[in-house]
Structures are given as C-alpha cells and as structure tokens.
C-alpha cells in the first residue's frame, strides 16, 4: 500500500505501485503499451497481443534465476573444494545475463514444447549445457542462436523420457551412447595450438514409448527425427545414409528385431559437429542385430555392408582391406559404422571398435595396424600419447609399455578405437579413445591431467574457460570424488604428428541449476 511517506518524500504513487509488481507483469503492461501504439499505424494488435501473452505466460521466471552464479575466470586449473569454490562465485547473475543470454533469446522464441520432456531436455538439461560449452569456447552470437536454435527444434524433441519421470529408476530404453543410458555426449574439441575449440555432441534419438509394448524396438522416434533433419538447415547427402540404415537395421524384412537382454539394443546414433560455417552431421550403424540374425561375427557384416555401398569396389577398398587382414591378428570387437553425411567419394567410413588389452604396446600395435603403417610422424605423435597416457592413468614414466592398467570388468572397458578411411585410400588412420571414465582417478585429475600436457605444448588458452564451465556443469564433489564425468579423452595423430585432442563427457542437470533451486 501506499503510504503518507511516499507522498512526502516525493516519490511518484505510479513508480511506487509499479515497484512492487512481478517483473514479467511489468513487462506485459509494457507490450501492451507498445502494441497499442503500433495499433495505431498497422491496424489490429489483438494477435499480437495474444501471442504475447501466452509467451509470458509460458516463459515465467525459473525459481530463483537471478542466483545463478559463475566461477570467474581464472588460471587455476585445479578443482577446489567446495568450500573454496565458493569464494569464487561471486558474480551473481552472470549465467543469466551473460553465458544464457542466447539460450533465453531462443526459448522466447520456441512455439509450445511437444511435451514435458521435450521441455525437460532443452529447459534443464542438455539445452543449457550446450549453451555453457558454446559461450566457454568463444563462439559468436550468431553461432550461438544456429546452434542452440537447432537443438532446441530438431534435437531435443528427440531423447526420450525426462529424467525427472523416472525418479531414478533405469530408463526405460537406456542409451549406448553413455553408461547410465543417457542418450548423449557432449564433447570439446581442443583444436591446433592457436585456433578455438569445436563444440560437438552425438545423441541416439529416442521415442516416449521406446522399450514398451507400444514401441518395442524404438522405431517410432528414428524417422521423425530423420524427417526434422532434412527440414533443418542442415545440408546432408542420404545415399550411404539410406544403404547402411536398410542393409543394418533389416528395412529389407530379413532381420527382425529380437530384444538383447543381456547387451544394450541400440541400432543408431546421430552426431553433430558444430563448425563456424556449418553444422555437418554424422550417422552411426550397429552391425550386431543382422549378425546375429545371419549368424555371423559383426566383422563380417561389416565387410558385406561396405562392399555393397554405393560407390565401393573392389579397386577403391584397399585400406579396409588392411584392416579386416589385421582383424584376424588380433581379439577386437568391432561395435559401430560411422559415415559422413555428405557426398559419398568425400565421405569417410569409420569403424569403431573395442580391444579388452589396456597396454600401451597394444595401442602401438593397433595405432599402426600391426606395423603396417611406419610413418616415423605416427611413432613421433605415438611417443606423445604415451605422456599423456601416463598423466591421464597414472603411470610412471618409466613403467614398461607392456604393463596393464588394472583390471576392470564393464561392458565398456578396455581401450576404444575407430579406423577411418575415404574410398581409394591406402592406409587407414587410426583414433583412440582413452576410456577415463574407468581407468582415471576423478575428474579433477583429468582436468590436471590435460592441463599438463597442455602447457606442456602452448596450447592451454582456452584451459581455464574450461574449467569454468566444468565447474559450472557439475558439483565440485563430483568432480573431486571419482571418475564418471568424462567419459573418453579421444586422440588422433595428426599427419605432422602432432595430437588432437578431444574431451568428451556426459551432461547431466547444470550445477548451477541445482544451486538455484
């Protein structure tokens, strides 16, 4: 109420009425007010206005959003306790005003969600963590809204049940894509030594129905999701896409789907990268339904699959070649087939497979495919691995190459690899995934961990933003108590032997959003 004192100390009774209403209601008077204006030159304003309305309506403030906070940036790249950490949040707001800033110009232009989940996805979970990781790694405005506008319409309708449904139980069709079914990875690429990160990120589209009698087999979500991408403004060339899904996933009626109760029973993967000119899309196979329909090993599958792609013959094959002839040396289980969704004699084929050996003279062995490929760039950058291998795992400098990191029984253990080629290449090129979710410490010792090797080469400027947004992300506990953050540091030897490196992790509900509540 208005008082006496208001009115003596000259205060206006508007300013003071207005003073004590919501901020979002104040907006809306405003609208209104603009609208009314504009009545006057363009006519009718009662759309308009409706629009408004129920956008404001939609769009109220989250609980406690203007507490949301944000390390600043610093060099250290230690993760501090929680207690420390504390000290550092100090700029109140900043995740509202600054790093979701794109985030919130996009939300206000979202039509209304497909569903909860739809909401959950981009509200509270991955949408929010994608902003963080693309304002971290520098990307402009512009890039911001291509990308935060694409996953919040063509991605986040697509993955399933909100986790908040649930109330942790398992989800009810759990993804590949991560340990605990979530159905994606987020990942920075570390880029050269004087360029900016890539942010990417790959993702099993998943039906609300997916694993129930209603939709067994997860059929529903896939062709809607492929529908949305060639809507969107992604470019995508579909005749390795469409030869691959038929000949793995049994559209030909051979091969139905039989539920694998004791592995997982994902049939697809997407995954986009987000570059400063586009966003290029990927697709990824799983060989092992048709093998097992066929009674084959997925190794042959594999082989059938890519001699009888368009474009692929006997004279353009001979890296795969190399590869399958290695493949008998040595015990491997071959997993997935990843293509490039663009002109296929451009395209590179994939293959992505799991060695239960953990010694670094495995990881000779299988990075130059049995000695096959003695480029002395590939021994320079091998040589470079292994000090990172050291700093991630904690081995001595000195152990022996032949010692193993200790023993751990999962699905998911042991070292992952992919082998890549074009069509006329001679040699494939190999990619390892250092699986850190199962063989590091905790997450602040990999962060340590990258920090040292980067240094170590110039190239730790970008190091503390990351930093910031991990910490942003995911609780200080979390990050010093044990691994599960990050799932794989993968690593590529570059033709001058130089590495690159890239961070890969599973999002979960923003730290920060969880200090708000």
């Not at 690429?189 to 990160?197: E, L, R, S």
């Not at 697709?283 to 329909?293: D, L, N, S, V």
């Not at 990050?479 to 992790?505: D, E, K, W």
Request: net charge negative; glycine share 6%.
């Amino acid at each position: 109420m208005l008082s006496l004192g208001d009115l003596v100390s000259g205060q206006s009774p508007v300013i003071s009425f207005l003073s004590i209403l919501p901020a979002y209601f104040i907006s809306f008077l405003f609208s209104l007010l603009v609208l009314a204006i504009l009545n006057v030159v363009h006519g009718s304003w009662l759309t308009s206005a409706m629009k408004v309305l129920r956008r404001l309506r939609r769009d109220t403030p989250e609980p406690h959003l203007h507490r949301l906070q944000l390390a600043p940036t610093s060099p250290e790249v230690t993760i501090e306790k929680e207690s420390q950490l504390r000290n550092h949040l100090d700029s109140r707001s900043l995740y509202d005003s600054v790093e979701l800033l794109i985030w919130h110009r996009v939300d206000a232009e979202l039509e209304p969600f497909k569903s909860s989940h739809h909401r959950f996805w981009w509200s509270k979970h991955s949408g929010k963590s994608l902003a963080v990781l693309l304002h971290a790694a520098e990307y402009s405005d512009h890039l911001q809204y291509r990308d935060l506008k694409f996953f919040a319409t063509s991605v986040a309708p697509y993955l399933g049940v909100s986790r908040e449904t649930i109330e942790g139980s398992a989800p009810p069709w759990p993804s590949f894509m991560t340990d605990d079914g979530t159905p994606l990875e987020l990942s920075w690429d570390w880029g050269t030594k004087d360029g900016p990160p890539t942010i990417r990120y790959s993702i099993e589209p998943i039906g609300l129905y997916a694993g129930s009698s209603l939709d067994p087999s997860n059929l529903i979500a896939g062709p809607a999701f492929q529908e949305q991408l060639t809507q969107s403004a992604v470019e995508m060339r579909l005749e390795w896409f469409d030869h691959f899904k038929e000949f793995f996933n049994g559209n030909d009626g051979e091969c139905g789907f039989v539920q694998d109760a004791e592995d997982h029973n994902t049939s697809i993967f997407y995954a986009f990268d987000l570059s400063p000119t586009e966003v290029t899309a990927k697709a990824y196979f799983f060989p092992k339904m048709r093998a097992r329909a066929k009674g084959q090993s997925n190794l042959e599958v594999l082989s059938e699959a890519i001699q009888a792609a368009p474009h692929s013959n006997t004279n353009n094959l001979e890296a795969w070649g190399m590869f399958y002839d290695f493949s008998s040396e040595v015990a491997l289980e071959h997993e997935m087939l990843a293509i490039d969704l663009i002109d296929p004699l451009e395209s590179r084929l994939k293959i992505y497979f799991r060695c239960r050996e953990t010694t670094f003279n495995s990881v000779i062995n299988i990075m130059t495919v049995g000695g096959r490929i003695r480029n002395p760039k590939l021994y320079q950058g091998l040589e470079d691995l292994r000090r990172l291998w050291n700093a991630l795992f904690h081995v001595d400098a000195d152990a022996p190459p032949e010692r193993a990191l200790r023993e751990v029984n999962h699905r998911t253990a042991g070292i992952l690899y992919n082998i890549e080629f074009r069509l006329g290449e001679q040699y494939p090129v190999a990619k390892i995934y250092l699986p850190v979710r199962h063989y590091s410490n905790s997450d602040a010792a990999i962060i340590q961990a990258l920090n040292i090797y980067f240094q170590h080469h110039q190239r730790g400027k970008y190091m503390p933003k990351y930093v910031n947004a991990m910490r942003a992300l995911f609780s200080p506990k979390s990050m010093q108590a044990t691994p599960g953050v990050h799932t794989y540091i993968g690593c590529a030897i570059r033709p001058n032997g130089t590495l690159r490196v890239v961070s890969y992790f599973k999002p979960g509900i923003p730290e920060f959003i969880v200090r708000s509540s």
